[in-house]
């Protein structure tokens, strides 16, 4: 089984990326019948790749949530936020055991509080009268503290990459794939090639035009010109669509909206631009901290809003774009604004500035000073936020690539914070 291990680990986190996303796109359109159907199509397939590599949680924990998908597909059971939480709690625990199986399966998980979960679910929808609309205790449902927020956006299952090939288990899956999966060690060494070509063709260009040999010029023109492709497709294998960081933050925004009591849309767009694979890591860090820091700080409290005339659902959008040589990454919020006599005020506390300077200084230049270590606006300490981290880690960590952050803001109206990476050789962030 150890031959097929990598490939299994590949196609599971697929598929429970696939169920993921269809659940929280369920919840939005609960009489979708399509997307039931996903969810349960990437379930069952999870589940008979889990049994044939004999790895019974992770067989057992999809058996009982395709047991819940499938009375929902035939409408005994009533897709409700608390049926959809249930099952978000279950791609938790898949998540938790795909990694365990990654690192070796040495820690040993408990599942038996999910599996009551989806069999109480499955017996309240099927039981005379029976409904999901009675909450689940609060108990059961799934908090994320600071540090496991964190960790539930940015935390990966990467085992080595290999080329995708067919076997006995994943056929079906496999057979009209056009892509592979290379190793990262090998694609390294392919760029380093590059490199060094790229360096030596100066050479035999100025050692073909000292021989004066008119031929021997076409050839060595020939291998300039492969060698320069040669670059320019390396670069192309090492990109991958920003969308790889994107969908991990849907469930943690809506986790996170929930356990504070926010009603919040997130709108996600431009996922097919494409970024270096070595960045996409290191740029989920400052969007997690920004969509925290906008659902906690930015967008207000359902009732807050109705008062202000605004609608009760908050709008956080998250987007990408490419323009002239720059990558853009906007975090925009629809909410109280950032306020500016408080930056001014714990500006001046902080002697980060005079108070002279700090009327002077344009929103721009003043909402900069957030970005400050251990600078805060907040009132008090939440799981959260609020501890005056943050924003400082973003800057740092935008300007390791090279890259700078603005912010604007309108009382009353929300805020944006844009990322501005550069493109090409000129960036550390190497992004295209």
């Not at 990262?184 to 040999?213: F, H, P, Y």
């Not at 609020?386 to 009353?412: A, F, H, P, W, Y």
């Amino acid at each position: 089984m150890n031959q097929y291990l990598d490939i299994f680990i590949e196609e599971s986190k697929e598929n429970i990326q696939r169920i993921n996303d269809h659940l929280l796109a369920l919840e939005k359109d609960p009489f979708s019948l399509n997307r039931i159907t996903e969810v349960f199509r990437a379930t069952h397939t999870l589940k008979g790749m889990a049994a044939a590599m004999e790895f019974q949680h992770l067989a057992i924990l999809t058996h009982s949530m395709e047991s819940v998908l499938d009375a929902m597909r035939s409408q005994a059971i009533l897709i409700t936020p608390q049926s959809i939480d249930v099952l978000l709690n279950a791609v938790n625990d898949l998540e938790s055991i795909l990694m365990n199986i990654a690192e070796g399966g040495h820690r040993k998980l408990d599942i038996d509080a999910t599996l009551r979960q989806l069999e109480l679910i499955e017996q309240r929808g099927s039981s005379p009268g029976g409904s999901i609309n009675e909450p689940v205790s609060e108990s059961q449902t799934t908090s994320f503290p600071e540090n496991e927020f964190e960790a539930a956006a940015l935390e990966k299952i990467d085992p080595p990459e290999t080329t995708r090939v067919s076997g006995p288990f994943f056929q079906s899956q496999t057979k009209t794939d056009t892509s592979i999966r290379v190793k990262k060690d090998r694609l390294s060494k392919l760029s380093q090639v590059a490199d060094r070509l790229e360096r030596e063709k100066g050479k035999l260009n100025q050692i073909a035009e000292l021989t004066n040999d008119k031929e021997l010029q076409a050839v060595v023109e020939r291998v300039l010109t492969c060698s320069t492709e040669l670059k320019q497709l390396t670069s192309e294998l090492r990109k991958v669509p920003v969308g790889q960081v994107f969908d991990r933050f849907p469930r943690m925004v809506r986790q996170l909206a929930r356990n504070l009591g926010k009603n919040i849309k997130l709108e996600v767009s431009g996922t097919e631009v494409e970024i270096d694979k070595s960045i996409t890591d290191t740029i989920g860090i400052p969007i997690v901290h920004l969509l925290r820091n906008a659902i906690d700080h930015g967008i207000e409290q359902p009732e807050e809003r109705e008062r202000m005339g605004k609608k009760e659902e908050g709008t956080l959008t998250l987007r990408a774009y490419k323009e002239t040589s720059y990558i853009y990454i906007e975090i925009t919020d629809d909410g109280a604004g950032i306020r500016r006599d408080e930056v001014v005020r714990k500006a001046i506390n902080r002697d980060l500035v005079s108070e002279n300077e700090a009327y002077r200084m344009k929103d721009s230049q003043l909402f900069h000073l957030m970005m400050s270590s251990g600078f805060s606006t907040a009132d008090k300490v939440s799981d959260v936020s609020g501890r005056g981290v943050g924003l400082d880690i973003v800057k740092n960590t935008i300007e390791s690539l090279g890259g700078q952050i603005d912010i604007t803001s309108q009382m009353g109206v929300g805020s944006t914070f844009l990322i501005r990476l550069p493109l090409g050789n000129e960036g550390k962030a190497a992004i295209t």
